[in-house]
């Protein structure tokens, strides 16, 4: 067995890119949970019990589909969204998704002259309600992950 290294960062880029089918806004979304997943998995190895792979790819399409449910709105819209969350809104979605705490999106209200996309908060909520294995999009992305 040989030992396991990381990639040099441009080899690492072009996969992403390459992944991303060359979209700056998925690639650097990518390049954002990597840096989180890492983290968590320094800081809480315990959120990847039971995981042997992680599709960001299908970790993205369970934002979004969150989102979507969350904020009732399209597809195109939670997409928007996503791309647009702060970085603690993004390492919150992440973390809630990962752990399976129940979660509430919030959209800031703007003035409708605004240009600006309204802000997004993710909080936790009440420990009562929908469990992460009761969610459709994260058993679903538990058994891909599986798998």
């Known amino acids: 067995l040989s030992s396991l290294s990381p990639l040099p960062y441009e080899e690492l880029t072009k996969l992403i890119d390459e992944a991303s089918e060359n979209d700056v ?13 890492a983290m968590y998995m320094r800081t809480q190895p315990s959120l990847f019990a039971e995981m042997f792979r992680l599709r960001i790819g299908l970790i993205i ?29 993004l390492k919150n979605l992440l973390h809630h998704i990962l752990s399976g705490k129940e979660f509430g999106v919030e959209k800031s209200v703007r003035p409708a002259d605004s240009n600006v996309s309204p802000a997004i908060s993710i909080h936790e909520v009440g420990a ?20």
Do not use: F, H, W
Not at 28 to 36: A, G, N, P, S
Not at 67 to 83: D, F, G, I, K, P
Not at 131 to 146: F, P, V
């Open 128 to 147: 009562a309600g929908v469990t992460k294995t009761e969610r459709a999009g994260i058993l679903q992305l538990k058994s891909d992950i599986k798998q």
């Open 25 to 37: 806004n998925i690639s650097v979304l990518t390049q954002e949970i990597l840096v989180y997943l």
């Open 61 to 89: 399409q369970v934002m979004a589909t969150e989102l979507v449910q969350s904020l009732r709105c399209s597809a195109e819209e939670a997409t928007e969204s996503l791309m647009n969350l702060s970085p603690s809104a």
